[in-house]
C-alpha cells in the first residue's frame, strides 16, 4: 500500500504509514454501499427576475386586452401575445429553476446542470480541501447563501451551490460527512 502523504510503499493492510505516521485508507469492503445524503436546489429567488418580467408581461398584456385606451385602437391579437410572452416566461423560469440540483452521498457531491443536454461534475468527499458560506445582504434576509467547497485536486476546481436554503446546516452536512468519510 503506498502512502497517501508521503508516497511511502508500506505493508498490505497496514493501519499507518511506517515512515510518516499518516493513517492509511483501507479498500472499502464490496458489501458497503453508497448512500444519499442531502439533496440541495437553489432557491425561487435565484430565478426572481424571471418571474418579474413575466408578471410584468402579463399584466400588461390583460391591460391591453381589457384597458380603455383613448383614441388608440389595439388589436386583440397583441395583448394575447403579449399575455402568452409572460405566460412562457413563467414557464421557462420554472423550467431553469429545476435545471440545476446538487447531491451529497456518503462519498461524492454531484453537481447536476442541463435539462436536455446535461453536465455532471462529482467530487469525492475525501478531496474536499474546504468549505466557505457567503451570504450577501439580500440572502441574509431570506435566509439563503453559497456554499462553495474547494478541491485539494486542484486549485481551480470548485463547486458551488448557490442560492440555498439554511447554507450553514447545508456546509456543516458536508464537513460531517467528510469527516465520517475520513474516518
Not at 483501507?26 to 430565478?47: D, I, M, N, Q
Not at 402568452?84 to 421557462?92: K, N
Not at 469525492?124 to 439580500?138: G, Q
Request: net charge positive.
Amino acid at each position: 500500500m503506498r502512502c497517501p502523504q508521503c508516497g511511502n510503499d508500506n505493508q498490505q493492510g497496514a493501519a499507518f504509514c511506517s515512515r510518516c505516521g499518516t493513517r492509511m485508507f483501507a479498500p472499502k469492503p464490496s458489501a458497503v454501499r453508497e448512500y444519499a445524503l442531502a439533496t440541495y436546489r437553489p432557491s425561487l429567488w435565484y430565478y426572481a427576475n424571471g418571474f418579474l418580467v413575466g408578471g410584468v408581461l402579463i399584466a400588461f398584456g390583460g391591460r391591453l386586452l381589457y384597458g380603455k385606451f383613448q383614441n388608440i385602437q389595439i388589436p386583440n391579437q397583441a395583448g394575447f401575445a403579449v399575455l402568452g410572452l409572460g405566460v412562457l416566461t413563467w414557464i421557462v423560469t420554472m423550467i431553469r429553476a429545476r435545471t440545476v440540483s446538487w447531491s451529497l452521498t456518503s462519498d461524492r457531491l454531484i453537481e447536476k446542470r442541463g435539462l436536455m443536454a446535461s453536465r455532471r461534475r462529482e467530487m469525492e468527499l475525501a478531496d474536499i480541501r474546504s468549505v466557505e458560506v457567503d451570504k450577501r445582504v439580500f440572502q441574509r434576509m431570506f435566509g439563503l447563501g453559497d456554499v462553495t467547497i474547494a478541491s485539494a485536486a486542484s486549485a481551480d476546481y470548485a463547486i458551488r451551490l448557490h442560492e440555498i436554503q439554511d447554507p450553514d446546516n447545508a456546509a456543516e452536512t458536508i464537513r460531517k460527512a467528510r469527516l465520517k468519510r475520513m474516518a
